[in-house]
């Protein structure tokens, strides 16, 4: 290392020691024009807020689950839109507001569990019902689908603490971004994967973009089959409403020999109970347009030059909708999940093959590897609006792309 690297060393260890680190543009990466100001989880108090710029907010909370674990809870605003984040649940989004609106799914903070206390060998209640509490949670990267005597229904990742010495909040005059490292779970005693995880908001924006980057950490090929559960039927669809897909009815396959609906679109209101659970599986077609709208754009440039869907959740009175946007090549498969108990549970799953057994998809020819050491990104965009008129043109846009 020559003088001059050890001297642009020493002035980048100076400005992070106070505060101000310098980042590449790339994307929704934060400018390196602008000066951008960092927080540790360790400069974080529990319970006091740090202000952000653009009317935004952090706050760590620490929540005692039922059986007596800390888990780490930081709540994020932009000045409209505020989301929590579990540190200890693969850092998954565990609920989003617009501004005073809740837009995520209702479900008792009894079932915020630490990892610890979740038996993945459980199969009957491991994945979503056992400590599934969040409004966005990771997916494999192991598997998505069918239990067997090792995996579970959603793998791993969602079980998995972020490293606390990894993750940082950093923002700049356009954007906040919180970043982490998460160890995954693995169902051995040596691990197989990691992830980083990026989650990035704009100020005043109704949308966040994650991303999820699995890390093969290994010397052998890996599967990796990775996605989200999505909640985002809060209180708004309460009167009930549908889904706003990019497929036609016919070529969303019932599974597991639940009972059909007449309408496989319909999302019930409060009063509905559904029960067994209900879940389509399809393929979603591609969706002209997506790259030009500034929730995009204000994210990923030409939407990373990539095909992009969408799929929306709309209220019975048209007047209040969730959405996510994603890409193809990422997640090119969908399922949505409809239950309707003591929880109503609509979920949308953006992932990466059919929900099948590893057994199964490796038969079809499915299963998608990483090399040694290699990684595979996704991402994903999460919106919510309450304007009629942006409501009509993503319907219009989704629909427009069923054949």
Known sequence: ???????????????????????????????????????????????????????????????????????????????????????????????????????????????????????????????????????????GPEIFGTPDEVRTVHGTGSYSSAQPGSVRLTWDEQQICLEGNVPVRGYGPLPVYAKTVRIVIRYGAATLFREDTVLNLTDVAQPVDDGYHIQLAGAYMSGGGSYVLPVSTAKMLLRDSAPPEVDPLIIYDAETRLDPIRCY?????????????????????????????????????QDTAAYVIRSLQCYPRSLIAKRAVSDRMYALEPCKTRPNSLEQKTIDGEVIYIGPHGQSTGWIIIGATRDPQEITTLTHMIRSAVN
């Open 1 to 139: 290392m020559n003088g001059e690297q050890v001297d642009n060393e020493r002035k980048s260890d100076e400005s992070i020691s106070n505060g101000r680190v310098s980042n590449e543009q790339n994307g929704n990466e934060l400018n390196s024009n602008q000066r951008v100001s960092e927080l540790t989880l360790e400069q974080l108090q529990p319970g006091t807020r740090q202000v952000l710029p653009g009317g935004g907010f952090v706050t760590l909370t620490l929540v005692t689950d039922s059986f007596g674990s800390h888990i780490h809870l930081l709540t994020i605003s932009n000045g409209r839109l505020v989301f929590t984040v579990i540190l200890e649940r693969g850092m998954d989004i565990g609920e989003i507001w617009l501004e005073a609106e809740k837009i995520s799914w209702e479900r008792d903070e009894r079932y915020l569990l630490h990892p610890d206390h979740v038996d993945l060998s459980d199969n009957e209640h491991s994945g979503w019902d056992s400590g599934f509490y969040a409004a966005v949670a990771a997916i």
């Open 281 to 317: 599986q399809y393929v979603p077609e591609p969706v002209e347009g997506l790259a030009d709208l500034p929730q995009v754009r204000d994210y990923c440039a030409d939407g990373g030059g990539e095909q992009l869907t969408a799929e929306m959740l709309v209220n019975a009175g």
